[in-house]
């Protein structure tokens, strides 16, 4: 019989310890994840975390981010309480102050700025997560501003926006029921490890992949029956080359596209512009892999489903027309709204597509309100304006510099990062010079520094939050433990702010649940049912895809079909955009004579998300220096060593790293991960050059010079 201390040393939960497993979620990662947690509690204290065994997303799995909770939630640089800055901006001289206070003072100085200057010079920024995004945007829209805006203007809606044009929504990749894969910047191992194993489940059981990436990754290694390497921002111009063969050879579903399918025969003859006379040049991939990929996709593409990574492929001057052009290989094939192809879905929550009908929408734009001015990077990039209800957060350090077409005087922060900012020195030039700014932020960053209050918010762990999962499910989580000091969930302080500021919002007013309860309102589970299950529950409500039925209702596009060629652009000359989803080269006027090489960043690595792990000290032990990865035929006409420190220089500057030799990356290229302090990468990365369509940052396709340091 095990003794007291014995069973307290294993952590064992029992009566005798007072240990306890309360149930909860990881949203340290990607939004689509949030693995089920088991929290192991002792005396309102977390000992130890485990993946939840009885959660349909991980089934008891935890990735090495999730594993490090405890650090994560524990970190000694958490804010711990309200805070007024003492000092210059960037200087992190701060007094505590009370929550009245800190509360009272943004309520005033916010409805101050709206009487004199307009609600629209007032900015909501939303950063990860994405748990309070709608009350958030409510909250904007109440107050009478437009600007909302989140890090999505960087990250996911890139692609979104391309299916819009294509089909008006949104789409996923039916993996598991497809006889071929086409896996484009697709590295689960890194990405996404409980896609890692279905990935690997589908090989064993026969499935074709085709796998696409610029570095030749572990994925390509594993899994790969078929692996092309462009260089960065080529993507377009080979999936063009794709189309070109199937088109050319008749591997395309003619009976799909003629009943399906918009403006193929412009898209086909534009595509013979892609052919062995150019594509190699081009794109870096031989023409012969071309061939290959397309008869394979003849061969074993019937169903094809297609992953087209929407950040690696969007951070790009051509990034969304390249992600059309990918997706276009979905369309020319009849692999649209069939099982095991790409299926149409409807977002239940926060970009979840759950399989069941939430409010979320109609909350949101119910208090919209209407004859507002046009928001953040409207007059910029206005096909985004046009598809999406957000401001484009990308031109926001333009618009505070400039103070055009209107001048921006405050604005209110969770969780923004100038390191997810392309030219992250401007973003903080901007943040000095605003008027009034306030951040909520778990732990004090840089760019909390210059903020002139900062709030502390809580952890997943020490709040209550609904989560959608795919396949049905919902959850609504308990706090496992107090909020840690003085923090306060966010959407709690939103709900708050709206009451300070009497705005006319019944329902924001009322709180978090009461707008969940809301939301919800359409599915027969309660919130209070959610909670008291304490584990995710299967909504009554779940509607599993019906093929083709999308594409016999009509889709809401100007045409009702699949458009190959965007009517929506077609309309607006004005805008400057192809209607076809043509190639751009990604590397413009930089000159190649004094920056040789090709960098890019934003990769991912297993034990790391943007900068939020870089302060873990389990996590950072596995890379405890920023690293530069390059060729090692480049590194040794460069005369550079493994561990050398080396110069990375572009026109805006330069940052110094560590040296990573390595054959996976290809010749020519420098890859640095991003968000560290010593190394940022994005204050190398222009702020001018943006995708004329979505507004999204050339962060993986840049010119840039190397030399060792010394």
Not at 340 to 348: A, K, M, R, S
Request: aromatic share 10%.
């Amino acid at each position: 019989m095990a003794t007291k201390e014995e069973l307290l040393k294993a952590k064992i939960p029992c009566a005798e310890t007072g240990i306890e497993i309360r149930h909860s979620l990881c949203d340290i990662c990607s939004p689509t994840s949030h693995c089920g947690v088991n929290c192991y509690v002792k005396d309102g204290v977390i000992i130890k975390v485990e993946g939840d065994e009885n959660h349909p997303l991980n089934q008891g799995l935890l990735c090495t981010k999730g594993a490090s909770n405890r650090q994560y939630v524990y970190r000694e640089d958490r804010i711990k309480t309200p805070l007024k800055r003492t000092g210059p901006r960037g200087s992190g001289q701060y007094e505590p102050i009370t929550w009245d206070e800190a509360l009272d003072t943004i309520a005033k100085k916010l409805q101050g700025y709206k009487a004199q200057y307009g609600a629209q010079s007032v900015f909501f920024f939303g950063g990860y997560t994405k748990w309070f995004r709608p009350i958030l945007q409510r909250l904007a829209y109440s107050f009478g501003t437009p600007n909302y805006g989140t890090e999505s203007s960087s990250c996911f809606t890139s692609g979104l926006m391309a299916w819009k044009v294509a089909a008006a929504t949104p789409s996923r990749p039916d993996m598991k029921n497809s006889r071929l894969f086409l896996g484009w910047a697709h590295n689960p191992y890194y990405t996404g490890y409980l896609s890692a194993r279905s990935t690997e489940n589908l090989k064993k059981k026969g499935v074709k992949f085709i796998i696409v990436d610029t570095m030749y990754t572990q994925t390509a290694e594993k899994i790969a029956d078929l692996f092309l390497q462009p260089r960065p921002g080529t993507d377009g111009a080979l999936a063009l080359a794709i189309a070109n063969e199937l088109i050319e050879n008749g591997w395309v579903d003619h009976d799909f596209i003629s009943k399906y399918v918009h403006g193929f025969e412009e898209y086909a003859a534009y595509c013979r512009g892609f052919n062995r006379t150019n594509v190699e040049a081009l794109t870096g991939v031989p023409y012969e892999k071309v061939q290959q990929a397309a008869r394979m996709i003849h061969d074993y593409g019937h169903p094809m489903s297609i992953k087209e990574s929407s950040a690696p492929l969007a951070h790009h001057i051509n990034g969304m027309q390249n992600y059309r052009a990918i997706m276009s290989l979905a369309i020319i094939t009849g692999n649209y709204d069939v099982k095991g192809g790409q299926i149409p879905v409807e977002f239940t929550y926060t970009h979840q597509a759950s399989g069941y009908h939430t409010l979320e929408h109609e909350f949101v734009k119910e208090a919209r309100v209407f004859n507002m001015p046009a928001p953040v990077g409207a007059q910029r990039f206005p096909l985004w304006n046009e598809l999406e209800h957000e401001a484009q957060a990308m031109d926001l350090s333009r618009q505070i510099l400039e103070g055009t077409p209107y001048p921006l005087k405050a604005l209110v922060c969770f969780g923004i990062n100038n390191r997810m900012f392309p030219d992250s020195k401007r973003m903080l030039k901007a943040l000095e010079t605003v008027d009034f700014y306030v951040d909520m932020d778990l732990f004090m960053t840089d760019c909390a520094k210059y903020a002139d209050i900062v709030l502390p918010a809580c952890t997943s762990f020490e709040r209550e939050e609904f989560k959608s999962y795919p396949g049905g499910w919902a959850y609504y989580t308990k706090p496992v433990i107090q909020p840690l000091y003085e923090s306060r969930p966010d959407a709690d302080v939103m709900c708050e702010l709206a009451r300070r500021m009497d705005l006319d919002d019944t329902l924001l007013k009322s709180g978090y649940r009461a707008c969940l309860e809301y939301i919800l309102s359409p599915i027969s589970l309660s919130v209070q049912t959610l909670q008291d299950a304490d584990t995710p529950l299967r909504v009554p409500e779940f509607k599993p895809h019906e093929p083709l039925a999308t594409l016999r209702r009509g889709l809401k596009t100007p045409t009702g079909k699949l458009e190959l060629k965007s009517e929506l652009i077609a309309g607006h000359p004005e805008w400057g955009l192809d209607a076809l989803p043509t190639y751009r080269e990604p590397l413009d006027n930089i000159d190649p004579a004094e920056y040789p090489m090709t960098l890019t960043s934003g990769g991912r690595l297993p034990f790391a998300l943007h900068s939020r792990l870089h302060d873990v000290p389990w996590l950072r032990t596995l890379r405890p220096k920023a690293c530069v990865e390059l060729n090692p035929e480049d590194a040794q006409a460069l005369g550079i060593l493994e561990q050398d420190t080396v110069e990375i220089s572009t026109p805006l500057g330069s940052i110094t790293a560590a040296a990573l030799l390595s054959r996976h990356i290809q010749k020519g290229l420098v890859s640095l991960y991003h968000g560290y302090r010593e190394a940022d990468i994005s204050s190398l990365i222009s702020a001018d050059r943006l995708d004329p369509y979505s507004g999204f940052p050339a962060c993986r396709s840049n010119r840039c010079r190397v030399s060792k340091k010394g």
